[in-house]
């Protein structure tokens, strides 16, 4: 039976299947109903004292409570139900079949929908506000409504990922597209969407191209490949017209090069490319292996002292006045040679420890001049660490010597905490260029006590630390998502550039706004793992920057039990929820097992536990004091979180992850 019911009568049900959610989807959710309504009724069963619980539909009511107190809707709305009679085993069935019978929508789907709302004259940022979703968002899927339309329709039927149809899109000619998505239907190899964007970008490919010089002229003609040459062309300029057939003939060559060389090697593998540099795609999810220059031979250490003692004879006649001008250009020439060759033995390939060598990779990519070269260094695939049973470490969070509540967490925890945290940060970075150049300048300019003993360019140093833990990646956090989608969306145009000056001068090219992602990014993935806590893990300038930021990290970060809860101590537990609800709310927990603490912890820090308002308000803005960010140490006594302590952003509005990465 279809029923009205008043929103202040709705409280969720037990039986609900539904026990996670996502706090973007959920910000897009509440946008769509402030915008257009409740568009599905909810599902309730009758409960005691004239209230009803939601079997299905949970996430609806949250959203229609969380506008109730932005004051957008009354606390006795009237709301569209669907009320079941039926058994509580039933209703259970029922919430599955609601939550499990759902499919997202299609890209191109998306995309048609935005386009005809700005046809209907709705701007970009209406459309944004109205669905809870980024400018950038929108615009992406607005471009693919200007995909040609055989390429629109691979992407609506699924014949193409979403990735190869932003590759396409990478030119707004549409025969352009058109002419190579058929060129890549009908070749033997899977396309993927570097080299669609290569193939859109040009029509065809000219003779000293790396790929038609890895290829050769003989063998691309008889695979029945064509070439176009005008009046003053020579091998170098002529056209090569079949640029899917081109890529599929090079493609093959350097995977059969990259297995030649890996048995060769004693590699576990090799992988190829036809770039000239290991794309951030190529290396996601490895992990570079330690290795060290090849030590010198006998012979070469010889070699060495013969040409130290050749350069000082040489030197000894320039030094001497009364030189000949012909000995001391011969010299000055034996000088130079010396020194190629001096610099030629020194420059070792690295080698790795016999036991890594086994599983470890390279890449090969194809260099300008159309030559196959393994890149110099080391991969191996990143491994998930077994949990380490520690005897835990005391954390005191802020300064040492505070008189704060002590509580002991395992190293391996720490070490997890560190990590999520420090992305938190770097997000945050990354979304600020203006901080960032802030923070980069500021680098540079106190690096000046450094000694990197190391011939560059610049003295500029900005490496990637592999965080506490090799392998941990926290693939569902908010922030670790966001950065990641981040760092694809970052314009790698300027690295086609023949050297270094070239490639800069590309650089410099992009517009503002790329160049400033790029900052922001490259500051941001310099940050070590930090915690807010005494010793080794404490970065104190980490905190004063995400102090100064305000960042909310309950927005980011909330704790679960399988990434805390499960892995404190009961005790800690119990502290937290003291802080949320008194004495009153810990001793409702105090006779209950560990196991099943930690899942009601959860629930109540997610919110879903029902409680009073303000007891609600707390957990979902609590988070531990190690994983807050401040400037100073707190005062003793203070509770770790409160709803009061929640900054805004700098912008003095609280920012969704999807908002931030965009």
């Known amino acids: 039976?279809?029923?009205?019911?008043?929103?202040?009568?709705?409280?969720?049900?037990?039986?609900?299947?539904?026990?996670?959610?996502?706090?973007?989807?959920?910000?897009?959710?509440?946008?769509?109903?402030?915008?257009?309504?409740?568009?599905?009724?909810?599902?309730?069963?009758?409960?005691?004292?004239?209230?009803?619980?939601?079997?299905?539909?949970?996430?609806?009511r949250r959203a229609m409570l969380a506008l109730a107190d932005d004051k957008i809707l009354a606390r006795d709305h009237e709301v569209t139900c669907l009320v079941l009679e039926n058994s509580a085993e039933a209703a259970v069935e029922t919430s599955l079949a609601e939550n499990f019978h759902r499919l997202a929508m299609n890209p191109a789907d998306e995309a048609q929908a935005f386009a005809a709302l700005v046809v209907g004259g709705a701007t970009v940022e209406d459309v944004a506000r109205?669905?809870?979703?980024?400018?950038?968002?929108?615009e992406g899927r607005l471009r693919l409504a200007t995909l040609a339309p055989v390429v629109f329709e691979a992407l609506a039927s699924g014949q193409i990922t979403l990735d190869i149809a932003k590759a396409f899109g990478a030119t707004s000619d549409q025969d352009i597209q058109a002419r190579v998505f058929e060129q890549?239907?009908?070749?033997?190899?899977?396309?993927?969407?570097?080299?669609?964007?290569?193939?859109?970008?040009?029509?065809?490919?000219?003779?000293?191209?790396?790929?038609?010089r890895l290829v050769g002229r003989d063998a691309y003609i008889a695979a029945g490949g064509q070439i176009e040459r005008e009046l003053f062309d020579d091998d170098d300029s002529e056209s090569w017209v079949d640029v899917a057939l081109l890529e599929s003939l090079a493609a093959t060559k350097m995977e059969a090069q990259a297995k030649a060389l890996a048995t060769e090697q004693g590699l576990a593998w090799v992988k190829p490319t036809l770039d000239p540099y290991a794309s951030h795609d190529l290396v996601e999810g490895l992990v570079r292996l330690p290795a060290e220059p090849a030590p010198l031979t006998e012979a070469e250490l010889a070699r060495l002292d013969e040409l130290d003692a050749s350069y000082d004879e040489h030197a000894a006649i320039l030094e001497d006045e009364d030189s000949a001008e012909e000995a001391v250009a011969a010299a000055e020439a034996a000088i130079e040679a010396i020194e190629r060759e001096c610099q030629e033995i020194r420059a070792r390939p690295p080698v790795i420890a016999p036991e890594l060598k086994a599983e470890a990779g390279m890449v090969l990519v194809l260099s300008r001049d159309g030559t196959p070269v393994l890149q110099p260094v080391f991969y191996g695939e990143r491994?998930?660490?077994?949990?380490?049973?520690?005897?835990g470490i005391e954390v005191v969070a802020g300064e040492e010597g505070s008189d704060k509540r002590r509580t002991t967490l395992s190293k391996r925890l720490v070490d997890e905490l560190a990590m999520q945290r420090r992305d938190v940060l770097a997000l945050h970075v990354a979304s600020d260029p203006g901080l960032a150049l802030d923070i980069m300048v500021f680098t540079l300019a106190d690096a000046d006590t450094h000694?990197?003993?190391a011939r560059s360019a610049s003295t500029l140093r900005a490496p990637v630390p592999a965080g506490p833990i090799i392998g941990f990646e926290a693939k569902d956090a908010p922030?670790?998502?966001?950065?990641?989608?981040?760092?694809?969306?970052?314009?790698?145009s300027w690295r086609t550039g023949d050297d270094a000056t070239s490639r800069f001068d590309l650089f410099r090219a992009l517009p503002d706004e790329s160049r400033a992602a790029w900052l922001g990014y490259v500051v941001a993935r310099s940050l070590e793992a930090s915690l807010n806590m005494a010793g080794e893990r404490q970065l104190p300038f980490q905190?004063?920057?995400?102090?100064?930021?305000?960042?909310?990290?309950?927005?980011?970060?909330?704790?679960?039990?399988?990434?805390?809860?499960?892995?404190?101590?009961?005790?800690?537990i119990l502290d937290a929820l003291t802080d949320v609800g008194g004495l009153e709310l810990s001793s409702r927990f105090a006779s209950v097992k560990k196991g099943d603490l930690a899942m009601s912890a959860e629930r109540v820090f997610a919110g879903t536990y029902i409680t009073e308002v303000q007891v609600r308000d707390k957990a979902l803005t609590w988070v531990p004091e190690v994983m807050r960010f401040t400037s100073a140490a707190p005062e003793a006594g203070q509770p770790e979180i409160d709803a009061a302590d929640a900054e805004p952003g700098v912008d003095g509005e609280i920012h969704t992850p999807r908002e931030l990465a965009a």
Not at 383 to 391: I, L, Y
Request: aromatic share 6%; proline share 6%.
């Open 1 to 60: 039976m279809i029923k009205s019911i008043p929103l202040n009568k709705l409280v969720q049900s037990p039986r609900n299947v539904r026990r996670h959610s996502d706090p973007a989807a959920d910000a897009e959710l509440k946008a769509s109903i402030a915008a257009h309504g409740l568009l599905q009724n909810l599902i309730v069963r009758p409960a005691a004292k004239g209230k009803f619980e939601v079997e299905a539909g949970e996430r609806r």
């Open 130 to 138: 109205r669905f809870g979703l980024t400018v950038r968002f929108v």
């Open 184 to 212: 890549v239907s009908s070749a033997y190899y899977a396309p993927n969407p570097d080299s669609i964007r290569r193939m859109v970008l040009s029509g065809t490919v000219r003779g000293s191209d790396p790929r038609a």
């Open 383 to 391: 491994q998930a660490e077994p949990v380490e049973a520690d005897d």
């Open 451 to 453: 000694d990197w003993r």
């Open 479 to 492: 922030a670790s998502s966001a950065l990641a989608e981040l760092r694809s969306s970052l314009d790698e």
């Open 543 to 572: 905190d004063h920057l995400g102090s100064l930021i305000g960042i909310d990290m309950a927005q980011w970060w909330r704790p679960t039990a399988a990434n805390y809860f499960d892995r404190v101590s009961k005790q800690v």
